[in-house]
């Protein structure tokens, strides 16, 4: 793995609606991949959100506190629906340091498609987490490396869970234990108090 993780920052944005035991597998992986990872909250432009950005703000929030680990860190100040404007503001908090955009590779297809995504690659390296279902294809990484992407396969193993599916499924067994007690209290996602 082509990685120097010497001063190297993982960035995670999410829609986190609401976090999954996914969300909660990548956080931790990232962690023992890099030195420091920094997730926030986003309003994704291709998504209709179930809850307010605060909402989710305070579900991500509940579920980093509860991972605890020293190099995770909540930024939601880094939050934009631009990928570009984020990496904007990290290198200006975060001048000397690599910068490692975590995508999923369900992504990798679309992000030639994203606002200035050649601005993204110029600014970070593309961190790849495998997901199941989404196989990577040679094609769409050429394509990204023919627009000037440098990019890093992870070696981390996701969970299939997907904030969809609780959504529209209300599959709650993909629901972190640190967020049942925030829907249950808020009656989020169509959960009750009785729901298990």
Not at 36 to 56: C, F, G, I
Not at 69 to 84: D, F
Not at 88 to 105: C, D, F, M, T, V
Request: charged content about 20%.
């Amino acid at each position: 793995m082509n990685i120097n993780t010497y001063r190297s920052i993982a960035l995670l944005g999410t829609s986190a609606d609401p976090p999954t035991n996914g969300h909660q597998a990548l956080l931790i992986g990232l962690c023992k991949l890099f030195p420091k990872v920094l997730t926030w909250a986003s309003n994704n432009p291709a998504k209709e959100h179930k809850q307010s950005l605060d909402q989710r703000i305070e579900l991500l929030n509940a579920l980093v506190e509860k991972i605890a680990l020293p190099n995770l860190e909540l930024k939601q100040a880094l939050s934009h629906e631009w990928a570009v404007k984020t990496l904007e503001k990290a290198s200006e908090y975060w001048p000397r340091h690599n910068l490692i955009l975590i995508i999923g590779s369900d992504l990798v297809k679309d992000i030639p498609t994203w606002f200035e995504a050649k601005n993204i690659f110029k600014r970070s390296q593309l961190g790849i987490v495998p997901r199941k279902g989404w196989p990577l294809e040679d094609t769409d990484l050429q394509t990204i490396k023919n627009m000037g992407a440098e990019s890093i396969l992870l070696p981390l193993t996701i969970p299939e869970t997907a904030s969809s599916d609780i959504q529209k499924q209300q599959i709650f067994s993909q629901v972190p234990a640190a967020i049942m007690p925030i829907l249950r209290e808020k009656k989020l996602y169509g959960i009750s108090e009785n729901t298990k």
